[in-house]
């Protein structure tokens, strides 16, 4: 029986040695890891996705009754119900912290009308655009020192210019001949305008959609829109802002399902309804044109 006893234990050791070395030699279970659940799979389970802005209209910008709406916004919305998402939650923030909180995981898109540029294409994964824009300066009214042009604004040293921090209006001013020196840096649109109300700078700059937005609220007389006004010219190049969702550079299955819906509601005439009562018009439209496109240009 001890004999007996002995054998069987023998046995039992190199039948479990031989399952062990089974598993460890690759051989299939019936538990495998979980496969890590997508952002656009994650945002699609739980209804809703947080989304950063920065309060600039008409963009994106909270409402005084504390509704998230703008442009870039309502684009958005459509595609993420589109998409089985119906809620968005907006985390507001300074321009230039909106990629930077991006990655650091603060929220899981931008909806800000941001501007597609090869710096900020290095950080973040752009969607296709859903909107091209033009340039436009605000001056006190009668444009005393006669700027028609980012150029006479470089012409003169004295002249100080407001523009948005981490804006392309700088990178713009900049590569016209504009001095840094000459460049007010503020946060946000409201800062702005109170920086050309108050005497600080002599002109501000942003996107002409954004700029008439700021002063049909302002309804300030002392302040006028420049209309006769050059946009920029670089190396030759007319600059055109192309305006666009933003995704982690981790998250391609969410830009490519979001970019499929925006190309279908351009064709069909859904993306110039949403647009219009923001000012835009069909001028505004991408034109089918890809990131990859605008990134080359």
């Known amino acids: 029986m001890k004999r007996r006893s002995v054998i069987l234990a023998i046995l039992s050791v190199f039948i479990l040695g031989a399952s062990l070395v089974g598993c460890s ?10 496969k890590e ?11 809703y996705i947080t989304v950063g802005f920065a309060n600039e209209a008409p963009y994106a910008y909270a409402t005084p009754e504390g509704k998230l709406t703008g442009e870039a916004v309502e684009v958005s919305r459509v595609i993420l119900q589109k998409l089985g998402i119906k809620e968005m939650n907006g985390v ?7 990629i930077p909180g991006l990655n650091a995981n603060r929220f899981d898109m931008i909806t800000a009308g941001m501007w597609i540029n090869a710096d900020r294409a290095k950080q973040v994964g752009f969607a296709n655009p859903d909107y091209q824009i033009g340039e436009g300066i605000a001056v006190k009214a009668g444009n005393p020192l006669n700027l028609h042009s ?6 003169d040293s004295k002249v100080k210019v407001g523009a948005m921090s981490g804006s392309a209006e700088i990178k713009a001013l900049i590569g016209s001949g504009v001095a840094e020196a000459q460049i007010v840096s503020v946060p946000d649109q409201p800062s702005a305008l109170a920086a050309l109300q108050a005497g600080r700078v002599d002109v501000i700059t942003m996107s002409g959609p954004a700029l008439q937005s700021v002063l049909d609220t302002a309804k300030d007389s002392s302040l006028e829109r420049v ?7 670089i190396d030759g190049k007319s600059i055109v802002g192309y305006g666009a969702a933003v995704f982690r550079k981790t998250d391609n299955d969410f830009r490519d399902a979001y970019n499929k819906e925006l190309a279908d509601m351009e064709k069909s005439g859904e993306l110039l309804a949403i647009i219009k ?3 835009f018009t069909e001028d505004n439209l991408p034109q089918g044109i ?5 990134l080359a240009k």
Do not use: C, H, M, W
């Not at 030699?25 to 890891?33: E, Q």
């Open 37 to 47: 659940e997508t952002v656009l799979e994650k945002a699609k389970r739980q209804g």
């Open 290 to 294: 890809t990131v990859e496109q605008v």
């Open 92 to 98: 507001l923030t300074e321009f230039g912290s909106l």
């Open 150 to 155: 980012y150029a006479d604004i470089g012409a």
């Open 277 to 279: 009562p923001f000012g």
């Open 227 to 233: 209309r006769e006004f050059t946009q920029p010219v």
């Open 25 to 34: 030699s690759g051989a299939k279970t019936d538990n495998p890891a979980p």
